[in-house]
């Protein structure tokens, strides 16, 4: 069963790959211009051309059993200088049709020239290319005769993959020599989509690879796949050996840990508590402090004792709870790796059985000198650890970053298996430009993320206050540059359905089926030290 898929609190629509062409290529006449549309040959054809007048036609020819029934739409008029309309229906029809007749005899020439070519040559070539939709032997056709014929020689699987690109990524496969193009065309359907992308010179050069380097080449995303191509083949190579291709359904299968919903429920649970506990806290802290002040106005030292008492212990209760409050954050955070997840709850509560012994000693404490001593002691503990705290909140907002990361690596993956299987229907969608922006946004979020998450990881090992300030300061600006990204991104995923639809299209992503992504491969080190990561500042405070 299909789902529909969500990505930046945006639904992608349901969508159904219907029969029909879209725009290939173009005709004119008298100035008008439009689109001759090719599609199988059990489906239709379709014309959509605009006169000099003004006047927005489109001709369907719907080719059923042998048989082609002609239908005319006039979507507009012709309107004269002094503004009366005149029915152009047709005029506009004796020109479309001779039009669609030149149109039907230059390609149906083309087809036969490259087809007695190859019956003169090998009559199983032949064969192999009357055998493929009347789509994709237009669009082999349409190249130049030593290209053309160079696609002919492949062998029927290579020669059906190629033949479902689109016309420009056909182009640029063509002009490659033979055996770089046998390698490409030894992918499957939707990798050879997305690395086509490339230009001639950067596939020539990853061609040089063996068989399974193209391979896990053409599984990285369109930025990752740019990034490689500009590199020495030696590097490629050494990078490669680097990266892990997993097979996933959907982003949950990236997660590092799985964590049930009991336990998800519990933690939350605990985070409500610390949080009301915090609110409840600083409510106290005020009042604590309006008695103590009320106190010192009016020379009650007895009072000054009692309330400045309660001034630390309720500041003291702050700080747990608040730390309380990342705690629950971590227990719950399906992006942390459950080894560093471990750790941190362990500095956490390290923090706390700390802040609770300085607590005993504000209770225990029965003179001005023992309370200003452990307010001393208090003061210092907060002046480093309220940096801290900091990393362990923004490693827990990294941990989200990461999940909508993987959610868009995910939908770029699942959107080339839709857009090449429209590529074998016939359907052609110019979409290339709206997906390598998408694919560069999503890098670029993941690259400030992955460094965020090494100035978190420093900051987790640092025990010096200005240096843990210092980069809790730079991971929090990265974290805001990923957002940026992921924002940025999600627009262009907004323009990518407006343009399907606007071809009349609605793009169907199935979240059961599986695609392959890059895994993350950087692991976190884990110290035997203090504290470390974080959470959402804004859910927590």
Do not use: C, Y
Request: no cysteine; proline share 1%.
């Amino acid at each position: 069963m299909k789902k529909i898929m969500s990505i930046f609190v945006m639904a992608i629509f349901l969508f159904s790959i219907l029969p029909v062409s879209i725009a290939q290529d173009t005709v004119s006449d008298n100035g008008g211009s439009g689109s001759v549309d090719i599609a199988n040959d059990d489906a239709e054809t379709r014309t959509r051309m605009e006169d000099s007048g003004g006047n927005k036609i489109e001709i369907r020819e719907i080719i059923k059993d042998g048989e082609i029934e002609t239908r005319t739409k006039v979507t507009d008029r012709r309107i004269t200088a002094d503004g009366t309309r005149i029915d152009t229906k047709q005029e506009v029809r004796q020109r479309v049709t001779a039009n669609k007749e030149e149109t039907r005899l230059k390609f149906e020439e083309r087809r036969k020239a490259l087809i007695d070519r190859q019956r003169e040559k090998n009559p199983e070539k032949a064969k192999r290319l009357e055998a493929l939709s009347r789509v994709s032997l237009d669009r082999i056709s349409g190249l130049d005769q030593e290209h053309s014929d160079k696609l002919a020689r492949l062998d029927k699987d290579r020669l059906e993959r190629v033949a479902h690109l689109d016309k420009d990524k056909l182009e640029r496969i063509s002009k490659l020599k033979e055996e770089e193009i046998k390698k490409f065309t030894d992918l499957e359907e939707h990798k050879l989509r997305r690395i086509a992308h490339l230009d001639k010179d950067k596939l020539g050069h990853i061609s040089k690879l063996k068989h399974e380097e193209i391979n896990k080449v053409a599984a990285l995303s369109r930025a990752r796949q740019e990034e490689f191509a500009g590199l020495t083949k030696g590097k490629i190579e050494e990078r490669l050996k680097e990266i892990r291709i997993k097979t996933v359904k959907t982003a949950h299968d990236l997660k590092e840990r799985v964590i049930t919903k009991e336990k998800i429920e519990i933690a939350r649970g605990r985070f409500k508590e610390a949080r009301d506990k915090f609110e409840s806290a600083e409510v106290d802290f005020k009042s604590a402090r309006d008695n103590f002040l009320e106190a010192k106005d009016k020379g009650d030292e007895e009072g000054k004792l009692i309330h400045a008492k309660e001034v630390l212990l309720k500041s003291a209760d702050s700080i747990i709870a608040h730390l309380e409050r990342i705690r629950a954050k971590v227990e719950e955070a399906e992006n942390i790796p459950e080894e560093v997840a471990a750790d941190l709850i362990s500095r956490i509560n390290n923090q706390i059985k700390e802040v609770e012994a300085i607590k005993a000693k504000i209770e225990a404490a029965t003179t001005s000198a023992e309370i200003r001593e452990a307010a001393k002691e208090l003061k210092e503990k907060w002046k480093l650890l309220k940096h801290k705290v900091k990393a362990f909140a923004d490693r827990v907002a990294a941990a989200k970053v990461q999940g909508v990361i993987h959610r868009a690596e995910v939908l770029e993956k699942k959107l080339d298996k839709v857009l090449a299987r429209m590529d074998e229907a016939g359907i052609e969608i110019d979409l290339e430009s709206e997906l390598e922006s998408f694919s560069n946004k999503i890098q670029t979020a993941r690259e400030a993320h992955d460094k965020a998450k090494e100035k978190l990881e420093a900051a987790r090992a640092s025990d010096d206050r200005d240096e843990v300030k210092a980069l809790v300061d730079e991971a929090k600006e990265l974290l805001k540059q990923a957002r940026d990204s992921l924002k940025d991104a999600h627009d262009v995923l907004k323009e990518i359905v407006a343009k399907a639809r606007e071809a009349g299209q609605e793009l169907d992503i199935d979240e059961t089926e599986e695609v392959e992504v890059e895994d993350d491969d950087d692991e976190e080190e884990v110290e035997d030290e203090t504290d470390e990561d974080n959470d959402d500042e804004e859910e927590i405070e």
